[in-house]
């Protein structure tokens, strides 16, 4: 399959230009939700202001003699407060300062004894968007008479002026605000997210561009948060995967090897196959009587051969099914487990004469027999062997226990795998990990039960293990 090609992230594509953009649009939208409120309250203190004004204005009539005042002067009040006309209306009389250039008619009213946010903003945004110079008439009270109220005649033009420059310094604050806060944010971010994921990234596509090499493994910074912990899962990760792939590759050598002797090897068992089987004939019986042993050490040995080649090609065959006494089973295989002949290892089989199971009777001799060797190589002086069995429901469950040293912490972390679950010096855990292949075949399965100073326990389950029973003839299943 051909390698998909990687490119490096554009600027625009990459994960920082990303992070800025988004930072810079985050930080506007927000100032537009400020804006608009904020333009609202502006339109309404600029009115307040100048309804002061006007306000003040209004005084120098009223105490001018007779409440008159020049014309002169009146174009000074009306132009300071850039009113057309003022209307201040007391309880008992009403007071009026007018243009020579009254409008025939008012455009809009506007009241700001109403304190509405939703007509503030409606009202900001008309006098954005309407172009003309409309004239309004401006209601309010007087600050210090709540009885009293004044009235002002105005042009829009200046009030829409004085907005949009309000809105070009809000406009030009929100911008140095966002670059300022999208710059920070940026640098942030580049330091604790975007580089470690830069370097975690070209580490994965480094590694797996070439995941047996030797390569460094990625540089733990020793952060605790979710950064560091995807490091360091990273780095472990690629050292079980490594192992790992380094495992295959022994199980690739191990059978290609296995498979260049296995014929010549066969050969030369057959041929010592065939002079075995003469020396029955013999009269001498010493020879006689080791003869079989020998013979079944040769067939042993050839199976062995073919076991190994099996594993590496993963082909090992379905469980041939009969019925057997398992009693006799772990007898026999507590003939062959290479027991001392001093006797300080005893081999109890504490399995019920009468227990029957339906079972492949080779396969489950190889899984007694990989266990009993453990065991045996397990105990250094006395000990014992003790296999027992019982049914617990459907399912058989069958205990072999020594009183060995049990076994270290970094064997049971890989106890079923094989080339890494070795408890001795020389092994190559391929005993343990071909007895779980063969009851797992049988849909059960090998676990440990306990391990220490005291010895170690392995329990076998077997599902389904009930004999066939003898009906009318003929065998069927329970």
């Known amino acids: 399959m051909p390698e998909t090609k990687r490119t490096r992230p554009s600027l625009l594509q990459s994960l920082s230009t990303r992070l800025l953009i988004l930072t810079i649009g985050f930080v506007m939208v927000s100032e537009v939700l400020i804006y608009v409120p904020s333009m609202a309250r502006f339109r309404v203190r600029w009115l307040e202001e100048h309804i002061n004004a006007a306000h003040i204005a209004s005084l120098a009539l009223?105490?001018?003699?007779?409440?008159?005042?020049?014309?002169?002067?009146?174009?000074?009040?009306?132009?300071?407060?850039?009113?057309?006309?003022?209307?201040?209306?007391?309880?008992?009389?009403?007071?009026?300062?007018?243009?020579?250039?009254?409008?025939?008619?008012?455009?809009?009213?506007?009241?700001?004894?109403?304190?509405?946010?939703?007509?503030?903003?409606?009202?900001?945004?008309?006098?954005?968007?309407?172009?003309?110079?409309?004239?309004?008439?401006?209601?309010?009270?007087?600050?210090?008479?709540?009885?009293?109220?004044?009235?002002?005649?105005?042009?829009?033009?200046?009030?829409?002026?004085?907005?949009?420059?309000?809105?070009?310094?809000?406009?030009?604050?929100?911008?140095?605000?966002?670059?300022?806060?999208?710059?920070?944010?940026?640098?942030t971010l580049r330091w604790l997210l975007v580089r470690p994921m830069r370097q975690l990234s070209e580490s994965i596509i480094a590694f797996r561009r070439a995941p047996e090499d030797e390569q460094p493994i990625p540089v733990q910074t020793g952060r605790r948060d979710e950064v560091g912990l995807a490091q360091i899962e990273l780095a472990e990760m690629q050292r079980e995967l490594r192992a790992a792939l380094r495992q295959k590759s022994r199980l690739a050598a191990l059978g290609a090897a296995v498979s260049k002797v296995n014929h010549d090897l066969r050969n030369i068992l057959a041929t010592a196959q065939v002079v075995s089987d003469r020396l029955t004939e013999s009269d001498d019986p010493d020879v006689r009587r080791l003869t079989p042993r020998l013979i079944a050490s040769i067939d042993r040995a050839i199976n062995l051969c073919s076991r190994t080649l099996r594993f590496g090609k993963a082909d090992e065959p379905p469980p041939d099914r009969q019925r057997f006494r398992l009693a006799g089973l772990v007898a026999e295989v507590g003939g062959t487990v290479g027991l001392p002949g001093d006797g300080r290892i005893a081999w109890l089989n504490e399995v019920a004469s009468d227990l029957e199971i339906y079972a492949d009777r080779?396969?489950?001799?190889?899984?007694?027999?990989?266990?009993?060797?453990?065991?045996?190589?397990?105990?250094?002086?006395?000990?014992?062997?003790?296999?027992s069995a019982k049914y617990n429901a459907d399912v058989l469950q069958i205990s072999i226990s020594d009183t060995g040293g049990g076994l270290p912490d970094r064997v049971r972390e890989h106890l079923f795998e094989p080339f890494a679950g070795a408890g001795r010096a020389g092994g190559t855990g391929l005993g343990l990990a071909i007895a779980r292949d063969l009851m797992r075949g049988h849909g059960g399965d090998i676990r440990i039960i306990e391990t220490g100073p005291d010895g170690t326990c392995f329990r076998l389950e077997l599902p389904n293990a009930q004999p066939k029973y003898q009906l009318f003839g003929a065998l069927r299943e329970p």
């Open 362 to 387: 080779e396969q489950l001799f190889r899984v007694f027999l990989n266990l009993g060797r453990n065991a045996v190589q397990a105990i250094a002086g006395e000990g014992r062997i003790v296999v």
């Open 62 to 187: 009223i105490e001018a003699p007779q409440h008159m005042v020049s014309p002169s002067l009146r174009r000074m009040l009306l132009q300071g407060v850039g009113a057309r006309a003022v209307v201040l209306k007391l309880p008992e009389t009403h007071y009026l300062l007018l243009t020579d250039n009254m409008p025939a008619k008012v455009d809009i009213v506007v009241d700001l004894r109403s304190t509405m946010m939703s007509d503030m903003v409606a009202d900001a945004f008309s006098v954005l968007f309407h172009g003309g110079n409309r004239v309004m008439r401006v209601v309010d009270n007087v600050p210090q008479s709540p009885n009293a109220s004044i009235e002002v005649v105005m042009d829009e033009a200046p009030l829409r002026t004085a907005m949009y420059d309000y809105s070009v310094r809000i406009l030009t604050l929100s911008v140095v605000i966002s670059l300022i806060t999208a710059t920070l944010l940026y640098g």
